[in-house]
């Protein structure tokens, strides 16, 4: 899997929020985003899962132009900002019901993404008791379940205790090795610095390598 953005910008009226970005992912590594808040990170973020267009340039995945042919991108699953699920279910009904749509998986698979993010005890408790850190877990939780070839993360680690994002760090090393494509983005050089294999630094709506 290979993922092109090819002179990439995006402008909303007259300001120019990302400009002519050109970068390529290749699955088997994992690539980090650094930046403040509001660089630009989720909105490129969006723009590579099709919730956003590009004002110019394309988004090729294995060489097709997704926004052109008007497809969301192949075996991809995201969390971008806040995680945001059905109140009045549980956690485990939340996922559930999301597995639903494609009906790839079933409890075993859900149970196992639970229990990767350390919220297995909460499993049965209703969304809208879930602290900060009990919903992001359940928002990594829904990109896990499937088991996809893409993996997009917006600041997974916000409100997470030390345990679990450092359980999710070894976990997201050895998925990589499965030939994913894995992008996290953070304002926190030290949330990725010794998890990706190649970082982004986002400044005045272009990206450079930082690493």
């Keep these: ?3 092109e953005l090819k002179d990439v910008s995006k402008s ?5 929020v990302l400009h002519d970005i050109n970068v390529v992912f290749e699955s088997g590594k994992i ?3 650094i930046g403040r808040n509001g660089s630009g990170k989720s909105v490129l973020l969006k723009m590579i899962c099709s919730f956003y267009t590009p004002t110019t340039g394309e ?4 060489g097709v132009n997704i926004i052109k042919e008007k497809k969301f991108p192949p075996s991809t699953r995201a969390l971008i900002e806040k995680p945001n699920f059905i ?4 956690g485990y009904e939340n996922l559930d019901l999301l597995a639903q749509i494609q009906k790839k998986i079933g409890e075993k698979e859900i149970l196992k993404a639970l229990d990767d993010v350390n919220l297995t005890s909460e499993k049965d408790k209703k969304y809208s008791k879930y602290s900060l850190g009990m919903k992001q877990k359940l928002g990594i939780a829904q990109v896990l379940m499937e088991d996809p070839k893409i993996m997009i993360f917006d600041e997974p680690f916000n409100g997470i205790e030390e345990k679990t994002a450092k359980k999710l760090r070894e976990l997201l090393k050895q998925l990589v090795n499965q030939d994913k494509i894995i992008i996290i983005a953070s ?3 030290e949330d ?3 998890l990706c294999d190649v970082i982004y630094k986002f400044d005045d709506g272009t990206i450079n390598i930082e690493k």
């Design 192 to 194: 990725i610095e010794g």
């Design 31 to 33: 690539y980090g985003f």
């Design 87 to 90: 109140p009045d279910l549980t």
């Design 12 to 16: 909303y009226k007259s300001v120019n």
């Design 59 to 62: 988004i090729l995945f294995d």
């Design 187 to 189: 304002h926190i050089k």
């Design 1 to 3: 899997m290979k993922i």
